[in-house]
């Protein structure tokens, strides 16, 4: 099973809106409410940003948002800020491998 | 709050056995619906599941690696660990060790430990 597809770098303005795609396909991504997002900075552990597609943890920004149609789950970050420069992977829950994740979206700022 | 600490060896041989140990604190490891993962992250590359135990022993591992990785459990000492057998330059990545949670209507991975460099390398 392939990872899901992630462009390879979105970028914005501070305060503005951008979206990261993920890209898979009915067995994974299409079949299950089990998207989650994940932030990395450089040298650091992944942090969970949103899980079961459109949940956010306690503690992450409510300018962090999820959505999914069909295939292709979504990541909207809004009030862009510096600190939001990073590694983005979603992931998804299958039937098969049980976890696969992104190619990873690099967020410039 | 739930931590979790890789540790082992940061350098292998090519063939050898590569073995780490996750250990768990700020919880327990036999909780119901928690998932003991190990994921790893090739250098300047994704993620990649490799697979998780369930505290009962219950193992799932990732296709692809079934053949060369065991994850196991001691409850007792509230840690888990990985080997990987007959490793090559191409395991050379950071691991990290998670805890996967699955209860109802949830399933992800939400806590992750800081993450281990293993070189393969002779």
């Known amino acids: 099973q392939s990872a899901l597809t992630q462009p390879a770098s979105v970028s914005g303005s501070p305060g503005q809106s951008i979206t990261i795609s993920c890209t898979g396909t009915s067995s994974d991504v299409g079949s299950y409410t089990y998207v989650s997002w994940y932030q990395q900075h450089p040298g650091k552990a992944p942090k969970l940003m949103i899980y079961d597609v459109s949940n956010r943890p306690s503690g992450v920004s409510d300018r962090f948002s999820g959505s999914k149609s069909g295939n292709t789950a979504s990541l909207t970050i809004s009030g862009l800020q510096a600190d939001d420069e990073a590694d983005y992977y979603c992931?998804?829950?299958?039937?098969?491998?049980?976890?696969?994740f992104g190619s990873g979206t690099k967020v410039i700022v | 709050q739930v931590q979790l600490q890789e540790s082992g060896p940061g350098l292998v041989k090519p063939s050898q056995t590569l073995s780490l140990t996750c250990t768990v604190s700020?919880?327990?490891?036999?909780?119901?619906?928690?998932?003991w993962s190990w994921i790893r992250q090739h250098p300047g590359k994704g993620l990649e599941w490799i697979g998780y135990?369930?505290?009962?022993?219950?193992?799932y591992y990732h296709p692809s690696l079934r053949s060369r990785v065991t994850i196991s459990v001691d409850t007792s000492k509230n840690h888990f660990s990985l080997t990987l057998s007959s490793v090559t330059a191409a395991d050379t990545a950071v691991f990290y060790c998670?805890?996967?949670?699955?209860?109802?209507?949830?399933?992800?991975?939400?806590?992750w430990g800081q993450g281990t460099l293993v070189t393969v390398s002779s």
């Open positions: 998670a805890r996967a949670r699955e209860v109802g209507t949830t399933r992800t991975i939400d806590y």
């Open positions: 700020g919880g327990s490891i036999s909780s119901t619906g928690h998932y």
């Open positions: 135990i369930y505290y009962t022993g219950n193992t």
């Open positions: 992931s998804s829950y299958t039937s098969s491998i049980y976890y696969v």
